[in-house]
């Protein structure tokens, strides 16, 4: 097995779902989203927007709104996860980014292909830099579940997200509570052919 910090960092990397009080540097914070903005896009597009959320009441009004639009909304499918948030989004005092001091909103331009897979690996960039300085993060899909969800967008738009912008996803960052296991990787997702 090769070793060098940026696959030590892929593999060291973990889902963090239980975070610190403490808000991040805000020079951490500056060279995550840095970090963001080097992903690669389709065309180079950069049609991407990070919008970047440190104050305690607005995080709040977030999870409020993540927990009464769960309530509302009626999943497409069985996934697991979204069964789960239904049945978490019951229960008050419920927090869906773990408490965690600031949340990164990835959003994108209307009808544009690439919207999801641009941000996705601007968020994979987020959770390794992350990581390369000491913080836990996590990505979190409800506000994307969310994504059409009238109270929701009319909170987001308050806050400079265009309302025909596509909510891709987000990613909770903040100091770690408590370490999580990595999860066994699966056989039998490669292969190679010569
Ligand atoms: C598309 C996607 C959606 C995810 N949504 C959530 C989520 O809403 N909440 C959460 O706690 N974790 C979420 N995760 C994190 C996964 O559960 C996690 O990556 C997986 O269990 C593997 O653990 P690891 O990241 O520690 O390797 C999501 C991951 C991906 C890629």
Request: charged letters at 25%; glycine letters at 4%; a neutral charge.
């Amino acid at each position: 097995m090769i070793h060098n910090e940026v696959l030590d960092c892929i593999r060291a990397r973990r889902s963090t779902r239980q975070f610190q009080e403490r808000q991040i540097e805000a020079e951490h914070l500056d060279a995550i989203l840095e970090a963001a903005t080097w992903a690669p896009s389709g065309g180079n597009c950069q049609s991407w927007l990070f919008t970047a959320i440190q104050n305690k009441d607005i995080l709040t009004k977030i999870n409020d709104l993540i927990r009464e639009g769960l309530q509302r909304w009626t999943p497409d499918d069985d996934y697991p996860s979204k069964l789960k948030a239904k049945a978490n989004a019951q229960k008050k005092d419920h927090h869906f980014f773990y408490h965690a001091p600031t949340l990164i909103i990835a959003s994108n331009r209307p009808h544009y292909q690439n919207a999801m897979a641009d941000c996705a690996l601007a968020l994979e960039n987020i959770f390794l830099a992350a990581h390369s300085l000491g913080l836990g993060s996590c990505y979190i899909n409800q506000l994307y579940w969310l994504r059409n969800d009238p109270e929701v967008r009319n909170y987001l738009f308050e806050l400079g997200i265009l309302k025909e912008h596509a909510i891709c996803s987000s990613a909770a960052v903040g100091y770690i509570g408590k370490e999580s296991s990595a999860p066994l990787r699966k056989d039998g997702t490669i292969r190679i052919i010569k």
